[in-house]
């Protein structure tokens, strides 16, 4: 059985998956509640999650006490990387340099985003930048 893809989740897959549960966010979301594929978190990914989550509650449907459990759920089902040396800046928004960051570090097999024009300086340095759907393709193939 091939190793289940380690995959990097930016900010607005989560923001699509809670706004709506049709579609691909919730899906990869679905699946990995399933096991089917592992998370890799940082303490300054996890950190952008919560800020983005408690200013969009409201928007979302959350409760601000909702987003303390729901970021839990999210770390006990990662693979964690608390403390990642910085390496140079490759992209021009610095917010979404943490991912960034974290996928080259651990060398992810993907970085799943909806903001795929953010990321083509990363994509240029060899990190696979995949839209959820994307994703969900690879997925269905090593399953």
């Not at 409201?58 to 006490?65: Q, T, V």
């Not at 459990?69 to 990642?84: I, Q």
């Not at 960034?100 to 340095?125: I, S, W």
């Not at 959820?132 to 269905?140: D, N």
């Amino acid at each position: 059985m091939p190793p289940k893809p380690r995959a990097v989740m930016d900010t607005n897959v989560i923001y699509s998956a809670l706004r709506s549960r049709i579609g691909a966010s919730y899906e990869v979301l679905r699946r990995l509640r399933a096991g089917e594929w592992t998370l890799l978190l940082s303490n300054t990914v996890v950190t952008e999650y919560e800020e983005i989550l408690c200013r969009e509650a409201a928007d979302l449907g959350l409760e601000p006490a909702e987003i303390g459990p729901l970021l839990d759920g999210f770390c006990l089902l990662a693979e964690r990387h608390p403390r990642l040396e910085r390496g140079e800046p490759m992209l021009p928004d610095a917010d979404d340099e943490a991912f960034a960051q974290l996928a080259a570090a651990t060398r992810a097999d993907a970085l799943l985003t909806h903001n795929l024009a953010q990321y083509e300086p990363a994509r240029r340095l060899g990190i696979p930048v995949v839209t959820p759907r994307e994703f969900l393709g690879t997925l269905r193939v090593s399953a």
